[in-house]
């Protein structure tokens, strides 16, 4: 799918990460403001059409990480990019938020993704380049414990369950790698282009989970 001008939005690590590609360049932003999410994330968006000096109409696609990760953040990323979109009717690429994480090292080695997933567990999925090895799943620790030691990065990372492990530095600032993430993935045939935003929660809400 050929596009001209994609806003690309992620926040699956609790932090706010933007990106505007235009056929000048790519705008990013850098998070800064001390405000909750929610209050922040459209601000952010408007400040980089501003900038690229682009009304919304000029849009033609979306991006969003779409998890595993921070739930609040998922939520509000989703919700900001469905609102904008109910009039706009732009196609919506879904991206991997632990692939975004994957391209933060810049190498084309094989590496895991872990992230702190909280009571006691982990979203973790293998990658190498573009290719997902192995496919985003929530385990608990006891079952990462059981893993081979290998190379690994993350934004929050449960250390003392990856004593063994080899962590690997973040190089790219991650509005960076979500530019990079997109460039990759768009191309693809097998592109997951959405109408409306699909998240991989992995884990339900406990409002979710009593609603069982």
Known sequence: ???????????????????????????????????PLSQSVLTCLTSLMQQAELDWDDLDALALGCGPGSFSGLR???????????????PILKLCSLHITYLQADTHDQAWVVEDARTQSVYVASFQHNLVLDTPKCLSLAQLSQLPSASYLAQQDPKKSLENWQEIPVVLRRSEALAKAVSLSAGKKDAQWMDYPELNYIQASQAERMMK
């Open 1 to 35: 799918m050929n596009f001209n001008n994609l806003l690309a939005l992620d926040a699956a690590s609790g932090a706010l990460t933007a990106c505007l590609q235009t056929a000048s360049g790519v705008l990013h932003h850098a998070p800064t403001s001390t405000l």
């Open 76 to 90: 509000v990323s989703a919700a900001t990019l469905a609102g904008l979109n109910s009039r706009l009717k732009l």
